[in-house]
Antibody, heavy 120, light 111 residues
Framework: EVQLLESGGGLVQPGGSLRLSCTASGFSFSAYAMNWVRQAPGKGLEWVSGLSGSGGSTYYADSVKGRFTISRDNSKNTLFLQMNSLRVEDTALYYC?????????????WGQGTLVTVSS | QSALTQPPSASGSPGQSVTISCTGTSSDVGGYNYVSWYQQHPGKVPKLMIYEVTKRPSGVPDRFSGSKSGNTASLTVSGLQAEDEADYYCSSYAGINNFVFFGGGTKLTVL
């Protein structure tokens, strides 16, 4: 059974940093691209970042480019999102999502999410 | 970057069919066959319902179908059931520089 478990969320002041983690199980982690998708309270979904199975290719939404860094440790089946220079508008539930076998443009498994609140 | 355009709401009676549209541009929906649809019940995790425009993951009822014409993709739910009441989001690949866009979401109400 595929499982994705996010952690690392919390309350942080504007300009601060957080590092999110997503621990995966139930599939061959290194074979799949992985992504972060966020959902602000009461709002829709926003893709944030993705990276290839090897970690060699990374992609970012314009809204986080230059501030967030996605990475993975395939030896520990773990995905990360380093978030710097956080803004109030980054407040959201952050989901870890697994890319499809056929492409990384659809996400077939999602974690429960970890809440990030940016507020002074 | 711009989100894909979805109607904010849609509705239908049990047993009826309803279609939700997702309008993009030739740089996303119209340019690639990588449109996905997700169902999200309140307080729950999104669930993949359709991928690559028309494909259904294992376990998704065949009452759910996807299509695309030009820059607009559509999700059709046939034989509406009460449990289909949820928010539905489309997404599309948008090229190497923009990657993936989501639509704003459509709240489907089963009357």
């Amino acid at each position: 059974e595929v499982q994705l478990l996010e952690s690392g969320g919390g309350l942080v002041q504007p300009g601060g940093s957080l590092r999110l983690s997503c621990t995966a199980s139930g599939f061959s982690f290194s074979a799949y691209a992985m992504n972060w998708v966020r959902q602000a309270p009461g709002k829709g979904l926003e893709w944030v970042s993705g990276l290839s199975g090897s970690g060699g290719s990374t992609y970012y939404a314009d809204s986080v480019k230059g501030r967030f860094t996605i990475s993975r440790d395939n030896s520990k089946n773990t995905l990360f999102l380093q978030m710097n220079s956080l803004r109030v508008e980054d407040t959201a539930l952050y989901y870890c999502a697994k890319g499809l076998a056929s492409s990384n443009y659809g996400f077939d498994y999602w974690g429960q999410g970890t809440l990030v609140t940016v507020s002074s | 970057q711009s989100a894909l355009t979805q109607p904010p709401s849609a509705s239908g009676s049990p047993g009826q069919s309803v279609t939700i549209s997702c309008t993009g541009t030739s740089s996303d929906v119209g340019g690639y066959n990588y449109v996905s649809w997700y169902q999200q019940h309140p307080g729950k995790v999104p669930k993949l319902m359709i991928y690559e425009v028309t494909k259904r993951p294992s376990g998704v009822p065949d009452r759910f179908s996807g299509s695309k014409s030009g820059n607009t993709a559509s999700l059709t739910v046939s034989g509406l059931q009460a449990e289909d009441e949820a928010d539905y989001y489309c997404s599309s690949y948008a090229g190497i520089n923009n990657f993936v866009f989501f639509g704003g979401g459509t709240k489907l109400t089963v009357l």
